[in-house]
């Protein structure tokens, strides 16, 4: 592979969105969306609610009409879902009358109808064991907790073996105990798979911890990219570590200013709960607030 297929290994160029509006006009959700992801990069985007995120997720997956501009993934055009894209959404949506192995089988047996059954098995055993169900296979959904419906649903997307994976808020319904556990699942399956990956979430600190940058989106409508932040922690990330570097903080504050200040620019004098946008690790303010005090 060329090194600017390396770099560019997904290109959004120039994106539009419209969708019609009750009068039956267009309305332009999404304006000139760009951006370059290089191959084996996490991106998290991040932005107000309603600006346009999983209408960017879902035109990359191939699942949303794109309605100008375009999306190359490895040197093609996409122009409709593919094995190369995998998707997690926020509901595994999972056949109640399957087992964990059936749900997973299904999607495999659609994507590689003809690869011979032996294989098939080895595949869906393996994407099970690596979400850490290799002991609850025969598990029907009414036998799992929600955590482990999404590790289904995370399993039943890469035993599609695709190059890109797309996280539609993916934690959004988890405790934060298991939004944890399920970050490091993905964290590791990215790395050991080497995929390259988008995440949309609201969660500053799942944006940090997880990504390798942060797309910042503007306010819709006719959102597009606002800012883009690189994240400079070295993988494999120890979560402790990085928690407790103060380079974590400066990151999430300047993606707090961000979403304060876009906030302002909606109308709305401030966030109304700044916890609602830090996640899972419990440290909220007041270990920044340590963090400055031990660093001054
Ligand atoms: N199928 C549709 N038809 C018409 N309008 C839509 C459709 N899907 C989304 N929209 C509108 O497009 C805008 C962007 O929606 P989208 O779901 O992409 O935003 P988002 O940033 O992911 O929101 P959230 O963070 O709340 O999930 C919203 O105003 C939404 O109401």
């Not at 393996?126 to 290799?134: C, M, N, P, R, T």
Request: hydrophobic share 40%.
């Amino acid at each position: 592979m060329s090194s600017h297929e390396n770099t560019r290994f997904v290109e959004i160029s120039n994106l539009v969105k419209e969708y019609p509006n009750p009068y039956g006009e267009d309305f332009r959700v999404v304006e000139d969306f760009n951006l370059n992801i290089r191959q084996g990069e996490f991106i998290s985007l991040i932005g107000h609610s309603g600006c346009g995120k999983s209408t960017i997720l879902t035109m990359l997956a191939g699942l949303n009409e794109i309605s100008d501009g375009g999306i190359i993934v490895g040197n093609k055009e996409i122009d409709g879902p593919g094995p190369d894209r995998a998707v997690v959404f926020q509901a595994p949506c999972l056949m109640p009358w399957m087992t964990a192995y059936g749900n997973v089988m299904l999607g495999v047996k659609n994507i590689y109808p003809h690869a011979d059954k032996a294989t098939q098995k080895q595949i869906v055993e393996h994407a099970l064991s690596v979400v850490g169900l290799g002991d609850a296979m025969k598990k029907y959904p009414r036998e799992m907790s929600g955590g482990m419906q999404q590790r289904v649903g995370i399993a039943r997307a890469i035993a599609l073996q695709p190059r890109v994976l797309l996280l539609d808020e993916p934690f959004g319904r988890l405790d934060s105990l298991t939004r944890m556990e399920l970050q490091d699942v993905i964290i590791d399956i990215l790395a050991r798979e080497k995929l390259t990956a988008m995440i949309v979430t609201h969660d500053v600190d799942e944006a940090v911890f997880m990504a390798d940058r942060c797309v910042m989106m503007s306010n819709g409508p006719k959102a597009g990219v606002g800012e883009i932040m690189e994240i400079d922690f070295p993988r494999p990330r120890d979560r402790k570590e990085v928690f407790s570097d103060p380079a974590f903080f400066s990151y999430r504050e300047h993606l707090l200013a961000f979403l304060e200040q876009r906030a302002h620019l909606k109308g709305e004098t401030r966030i109304h709960n700044r916890k609602n946008l830090m996640g899972f690790c419990g440290l909220g303010e007041k270990k920044k607030d340590n963090q400055a005090h031990s660093a001054a």
